[in-house]
């Protein structure tokens, strides 16, 4: 074999090498971001049943507020 084709071989392994540790970095990354995304959808999921119960509460005040006017009402 030549030199020139020792420095080509040399080259490839290296840009295999260059490309298999991008691939690991960008799975790693991967992985990092799913769990990320995985707690803020379960952050969002708990916000959203709270802000659903806060507003079932409020309906039902209002609703008890406008019965007890209409009792008042109806009493005069």
């Given at each position: 074999m030549g030199d020139l084709q020792i420095k080509f071989l040399i080259l490839i392994v290296l840009v295999f090498l260059i490309t298999a540790g991008f691939c690991i970095l960008i799975w790693q990354q991967t992985k990092r971001f799913e769990k990320k995304a995985l707690l803020a959808k379960q952050r969002q999921k708990e916000y959203e049943k709270e802000l659903r119960l806060k507003m079932q509460a409020e309906k039902r005040s209002?609703?008890?507020?406008?019965?007890?006017?209409?009792?008042?009402?109806?009493?005069?």
């Open positions: 209002r609703q008890e507020k406008i019965a007890s006017m209409e009792e008042d009402t109806k009493e005069a």
